[in-house]
């Protein structure tokens, strides 16, 4: 694949020397010239004819039109790559903290749920120290606790 890129690389590289070259005819032109102005116009008629060719090996290459926009912004375009995996690493870090509160959320509702039926299951001659009130604070605790433990690695 990079040979691909490194020929088309080439070629565009001839061509824009082409262009350079040719600039620095037009700029000092003489009627003795003419011969090297025809033929430097040839040398690139024949670079975009090179250039056109490399095309048809890269047909299945897509290029982002925000790429393009950074470019017609005068910005490089290797940040729009850095920006895209920040953007990318940032929306990973988010879902996987809505993974991560979600297993929290199920194991505690599972516990809290096994401890209601557990205090529910206690006798009614219980102490009085069970009272309704404590029961759910120490079902809420229970939660808690299990979750605390749920989120260390």
């Known amino acids: ?29 003489q009627p003795s010239s003419q011969a090297g102005l025809s033929q430097k116009l040839n040398f690139i ?3 975009l004819q090179d250039i056109d060719k490399c095309r048809q090996q890269l047909h299945d290459i897509t ?14 375009p290797q940040l729009y790559t850095k920006e ?4 990318a690493l940032a929306k990973n870090e988010q879902v996987k903290g809505k993974m991560d509160t979600m297993k929290v959320r199920q194991t505690g509702s599972d516990v809290c749920t096994r401890t209601r039926e557990l205090l529910a299951s206690l006798p009614t001659g219980a102490p009085t120290l069970w009272t309704a009130e404590y029961c759910y604070t120490v079902g809420f605790l229970a939660c808690i606790i299990v979750t605390l433990n749920v989120t260390e690695p």
Do not use: W
């Open 63 to 76: 290029v982002p039109l925000e790429v393009f926009e950074y470019i017609d912004q005068g910005r490089n």
């Open 1 to 29: 694949m990079a040979e691909k890129f490194d020929h088309l690389e080439e070629h565009l590289e001839k061509f824009v020397e082409n262009i350079r070259q040719l600039g620095i005819i037009v700029s000092d032109f």
């Open 84 to 87: 895209c995996l920040e953007r």
């Open 45 to 47: 008629v024949t670079g």
